[in-house]
């Protein structure tokens, strides 16, 4: 696995205006139908997700992914707001604040006062490949090819620094083997409103992917088993990341959503 770049992932609490009348429906149909259309600023892309399970089950994330930090102090400053050059950007596409405006009907948009926080990439696996690049892909007569992505809160040990951790898993991040179809994202906090230091962000193929693994919160198939006796490796890596932090899945905050939108402009 190669060193990644300093990609960031923005996460953006999204809720809907239930005493408007708003229904999960509605607003899912209007993101898919208009609000994917949204102009984006260039290096920034975004998916809507729906929690299945979890902390925030059956509640909306807006995750931009951006091409590095300096694609995100471009158009936002450090406090969270437009800078000058966003500005510019939306005063060239009418066509964004008229979708906007219309999006704030249905819910809150990513914007301030929203809660977001903004990670900076630490490590992944380079080495995975999903059959569509796409997170959201409609499908003619059956059901859309969806991604599932796993938001699970990190938290360090008594005695444990950043450094410490960050050197552990830069000097071995390349010894963990995913699941088949599972592509693992180490995420540190750069700026926001969570406090949370770092997160294991899990991207994975489709809802059938998980299942296979986990079709439960945290109760494994036997497949999990025979998984980490094939990569004994991988497992001892967990187990050394375990005595300098918490791991993934309870009982650290975490939610597993699924992908209901994709940004198109």
């Known amino acids: 696995m190669n060193k990644p770049s300093t990609r960031v992932f923005s996460m953006h609490y999204i809720g809907i205006d239930i005493e408007a009348g708003v229904t999960n429906k509605n607003f899912e149909n209007f993101v898919r139908e ?4 949204i102009p984006n600023y260039p290096g920034w ?3 809507l997700l729906k929690g299945l399970r979890g902390e925030r089950a059956n509640q909306y994330l807006m995750l931009y992914e951006i091409e590095s930090i300096e694609a995100l ?3 936002i400053d450090s406090n969270g707001m437009k800078t000058n050059e966003a500005n510019k950007f939306l ?3 009418l066509e964004a604040h008229l979708i906007i405006e219309e999006w704030k009907k249905y819910a809150s948009f990513a914007s301030i006062p929203t809660i977001y926080t903004d990670y900076v990439l630490l490590a992944e696996n380079t080495e995975c490949k999903f059959s569509e690049e796409s997170r959201y892909v409609e499908r003619s ?3 859309p090819l969806a991604r599932v992505i796993g938001i699970h809160n990190l938290a360090l040990h008594s005695g444990v620094t950043g450094d410490d951790f960050e050197s552990f898993i830069s000097e071995n991040h390349n010894r963990i083997v995913d699941y088949p179809g599972w592509k693992f994202h180490v995420l540190k906090c750069h700026r926001g409103n969570r406090l949370d230091q770092y997160v ?3 991207e994975i193929e489709s809802l059938e992917a998980v299942e296979h693994f986990y ?3 945290d109760i494994p198939t036997l497949e999990v088993d025979k998984f980490a006796e094939a990569y004994k490796d991988t497992k001892a890596m967990y187990e050394e990341w375990k005595k300098l932090a918490s791991f993934s899945g ?3 905050m975490y939610t597993d959503y699924i992908v209901v939108a994709e940004s198109q402009a």
């Open 34 to 37: 208009k609000g994917v259309f």
């Open 45 to 47: 892309k975004w998916v």
């Open 73 to 75: 102090n471009r158009y």
């Open 91 to 93: 005063d060239n596409n």
């Open 141 to 143: 007569g059956q059901e």
């Open 200 to 202: 294991m962000m899990m």
């Open 215 to 217: 079709p439960q919160a």
């Open 250 to 252: 309870s009982p650290q």
